[in-house]
């Protein structure tokens, strides 16, 4: 089954302490990206990747690193949790093949006390 | 600076009513569009999507959008709700030839038994 899978899926962490949270996908997609979803916000992206080794920043950066070793995955970073990163992430990947359609992981809820 | 409106945030209807949530967008080159559904506790799922053609898209669960390049807009419409509708929808914009995915804040639509 073609899927983006993410874990963890929920998180309670404090402030300053390193996390990552995975993003995979068996699609074979190039691009990948990383979204934050905030009530009213709606969606925004935070980073995202058109290929191995190439990434960029999307309109929230900020606190947040990222790498892409390998086509399938696409690791969020959080070197140094604040509580204003408590929020709901997204991974979605996509072909490279244009025009087409976001597929989304099933979400990561983050809690930073 | 590219944007995405959705201008009801909240819609609550009775069951059998029809539905239209309106989308526009600011972005004076051709685009790809789409509605994904979120329904409670899970991941973003597709709707529709417009690449080009007959700007009148048909998708999942009998919903419908209009693309009206002149209004840059992108509604999306349901003839009959039910309450597995009940849901929140969000609008995206995709700038053709580029990685970028604009999303709106989203609607949340309640559809009462």
């Known amino acids: 089954e073609a899927q983006v899978t993410q874990n963890p899926r929920y998180l309670i962490t404090v402030t300053g302490k390193k996390l990552t949270v995975t993003c995979s996908q068996n699609?074979?997609?190039?691009?990948m990206s990383w979204y934050r979803q905030d009530p009213g916000l709606g969606l925004r992206q935070i980073y995202y990747?058109?290929?191995?080794?190439?990434?960029d920043k999307g309109d929230v950066p900020e606190g947040y690193k990222v790498s892409r070793k390998e086509k399938r995955n696409f690791p969020l970073i959080l070197e140094s949790p604040s509580p204003n990163q408590t929020s709901l992430y997204f991974c979605?990947?996509?072909?490279?093949?244009?025009?087409?359609?976001?597929?989304f992981g099933e979400g990561s809820r983050l809690t930073v006390l | 600076a590219q944007s995405v409106s959705q201008h009801n945030h909240h819609v609550i209807l009775s069951e059998a009513a029809s539905l239209e949530l309106g989308c526009n967008y600011s972005?004076?080159?051709?685009?790809?569009l789409f509605w994904y559904v979120q329904y409670p506790g899970q991941h973003l799922q597709l709707l529709l999507k417009?690449?080009?053609?007959?700007?009148l898209v048909k998708g999942i669960k009998g919903f419908e959008a209009e693309f009206i390049k002149s209004k840059f807009s992108f509604n999306l419409r349901k003839p009959s709700v039910q309450w597995s509708d009940t849901a929140e929808y969000f609008c995206?914009?995709?700038?053709?030839?580029?990685?970028?995915?604009?999303f709106g804040t989203g609607t949340r639509l309640k559809v009462l038994a």
């Open positions: 979605a990947s996509r072909s490279g093949r244009a025009p087409g359609e976001l597929f």
């Open positions: 699609m074979n997609h190039e691009y």
């Open positions: 990747s058109m290929n191995v080794e190439v990434t």
């Open positions: 972005y004076g080159g051709t685009v790809n």
């Open positions: 417009y690449f080009s053609g007959d700007p």
């Open positions: 995206a914009v995709n700038p053709s030839g580029t990685y970028k995915y604009i």
